[in-house]
């Protein structure tokens, strides 16, 4: 598959792919190929934003990049993401909002807002049984890494 327009920026600049989802696979294949080409020339850190793919696509790639959850997780009928969930660890991890989309249980139906992001690490650490201060930690842990903040 040819990849055309990957620009990579400045060194260090993370490589960030959005709206990975499983309901499209030509869109998951492209967004492999973009997270191969991006590693082959050089890409510190990849992230997959607002994850929803399973967790067979997962296992093409060993801890290359962080996978990013969102309030679907908290979702009843999201058993392919609560997979990703307990299958991705900790030190790969990120959460987000997608404010104002997708927003968690108990406010699913509402605008979403960055408030709302602690349900989706309740949620994660339910899966994982961890504390929610854990998955806290790590998560802002790996946000400053992606975006190089001290």
């Known amino acids: 598959m040819k990849i055309n327009n990957l620009i990579l920026g400045a060194a260090h600049s993370p490589v960030i792919i959005a709206e990975m989802s499983g309901n499209h696979n030509q869109s998951i294949d492209r967004a492999l190929a973009i997270v191969d080409a ?37 979702f009843k009928n999201a058993v392919n993401v609560q997979e990703v969930a307990a299958k ?37 650490a339910e899966i994982k049984g961890v504390t929610v201060e854990e998955v806290e930690t790590i998560t802002t842990k790996n946000s400053c890494d992606l975006f190089s903040i001290n």
Request: no cysteine.
């Open 38 to 74: 991006a590693a082959s020339s050089g890409a510190d850190m990849i992230k997959l934003q607002t994850y929803t793919a399973d967790t067979i696509t997962l296992d093409l790639h060993d801890n290359e990049f962080f996978i990013s959850l969102s309030g679907i997780v908290t």
């Open 88 to 124: 991705v660890p900790l030190e790969n991890m990120l959460i987000e909002t997608d404010a104002p989309y997708l927003t968690p249980v108990p406010f699913r139906g509402k605008p979403n807002r960055p408030a709302h992001v602690k349900y989706v690490a309740q949620k994660i």
